[in-house]
């Protein structure tokens, strides 16, 4: 190639791709107006000669009009491109300025992830945070109120805002772990928190955006009655009285679940409820049956009444794997009949209820010759304030074999006669993890024989306690 093929190659009309082709046209229509303007100009001075001077003139106008004409095209073209051209700009402008919004949004996000006070990571089975930089203060522990949220994606479908927890704990740290089931699929999953505790002040917001497969799980929770409101703590009742027993399961899961075969050995007869068809997320279903008390639950004492039921998870799922649930059992004390023997007997022994806490007494017929006398009978010792931190429950030992404690009616722990000091089996129960107002402390004492021959006997105490508000610091 010689030096000018290759001079005409670099020349801008020559140049491959978008911009050399848009250049070359161009060109060409300027070419193209100009070969018409000289095919007219050598137009005019024949036809001037063999016409005349009216024949030229109309054959200048032509060329002028086709010319104009040429020329309106090209300007039309230009300015339809410059419109193409600018249209693009913006998207890349609208573009680039949702990039550094998103840039933005996740920084702040990474920021708050790592701020001063809470360290969050989020996934599709838990929540952990990890608290920091707050004070330790004797007797008042640091208190935090935490939300759950869940966004189904794409929007718009439905948000579910879980009723906010309180997390307390002693010291300048601590590490809660949330268990949860994110939506199945696309989901935002986000937790809030609030905290104005010991003089440390401040919040969050995280939310995570998740992509979650299928989470199969369920709670379980029974309840019983004797002619009054359901409950899961234990009720004294008489022999020939009738207990409603409530079993309510709860799918806590992401994936629709099927219940079957529900049993409850405390039913005397088959339980009523269910559903035929599968439960969705966040759904219930209820089982309800009954039992008469007899003489052989007398004789037994207190007994607990577990429920049990199967949960499938949807079909087409993997794995398609059976769960089994066992819920803690209700306590009944049955205490007897209630009715008047036939002939009245030398010793009897009637229950009481005052404040709330059970007393036994023992007296004598008046016909026995024999004084009357008071047995004793444990208490049950607990916090008479309002309290934030851990406080002691105990019972008086004297005669007593061991204690179950219970609050709310969850158990605690088990104390025998080997852990008594200064008359008292004591315990202590770090009362933070409560929530803010009255709750119910009981305690299953097991007496000790009087003899090798006499059997154990059963007692119940239980009170109110009160878990103070948090306290409000204003600065």
Do not use: W
């Amino acid at each position: 190639m010689d030096g000018r093929a290759r001079r005409q190659a670099r020349r801008p009309g020559n140049a491959r791709g978008p911009q050399g082709t848009g250049s070359r046209v161009r060109l060409n229509r300027v070419l193209a107006l100009a070969i018409l303007a000289i095919l007219a100009l050598a137009a005019l001075a024949p036809a001037g000669q063999a016409s005349g001077p009216e024949s030229s003139e109309r054959a200048a106008q032509r060329a002028i009009q086709t010319a104009q004409h040429l020329a309106e095209r090209e300007a039309v073209h230009l300015q339809r491109e410059a419109i193409r051209t600018a249209k693009k700009e913006v998207k890349a402008v609208n573009k680039a300025e949702r990039q550094a919004h998103e840039l933005s949004r996740e920084a702040v996000r990474l920021a708050n992830k790592v701020s001063e006070h809470a360290t969050v990571t989020i996934g599709c089975t838990q929540i952990v945070v990890k608290y920091t930089g707050f004070l330790a203060v004797p007797d008042s522990p640091n208190a935090v109120s935490e939300k759950v949220v869940f966004r189904q994606l794409p929007a718009p479908l439905l948000t579910f805002v879980f009723a906010p927890s309180i997390f307390g704990f002693d010291g300048t740290e601590a590490t809660t772990t949330i268990p949860i089931a994110a939506p199945l699929g696309h989901s935002s999953v986000g937790i809030r928190g609030k905290f104005n505790s010991n003089g440390v002040k401040g919040s969050f917001n995280i939310r995570e955006p998740l992509i979650c497969g299928p989470n199969s799980q369920f709670t379980m929770q029974t309840t019983q009655s004797l002619g009054g409101p359901f409950t899961t703590e234990a009720i004294p009742g008489s022999v020939g009285e009738t207990v409603d027993y409530q079993t309510v399961a709860t799918n806590t899961g992401n994936t629709p679940l099927t219940f079957t075969g529900f049993s409850d050995p405390g039913c005397d007869s088959m339980p009523a409820g269910g559903s035929a068809g599968s439960i969705p997320p966040r759904g219930s279903i209820t089982f309800v049956c009954t039992h008469r008390l007899t003489e052989a639950d007398k004789t037994a004492g207190v007994f607990a009444n577990a429920a049990g039921v199967t949960a499938t998870p949807a079909s087409g799922e993997t794995p398609a794997v059976p769960i089994l649930h066992t819920t803690a059992g209700v306590l009944v004390d049955p205490i007897g009949s209630g009715e008047e023997p036939s002939q009245p007997p030398v010793t009897t022994i009637t229950k009481t209820v005052t404040n709330e806490i059970t007393t036994s007494s023992v007296s004598t017929n008046a016909k026995s010759g024999v004084a009357s006398s008071k047995t004793s009978s444990p208490s049950l010792r607990g916090p008479k304030k309002c309290f934030r931190g851990t406080f002691t429950a105990s019972v008086t030992s004297p005669g007593v074999s061991n204690v179950t404690f219970y609050v709310d009616g969850h158990r605690v722990v088990r104390r025998t006669s080997h852990s008594t000091s200064n008359g008292l089996i004591s315990i202590r129960i770090n009362g933070a993890k409560l929530k803010a107002g009255v709750h119910r402390l009981l305690a299953k004492i097991t007496m000790t024989p009087t003899s090798p021959t006499a059997k154990a006997t059963t007692a119940s105490r239980s009170m109110k306690i009160r878990r103070c508000a948090t306290t409000t610091h204003h600065s």
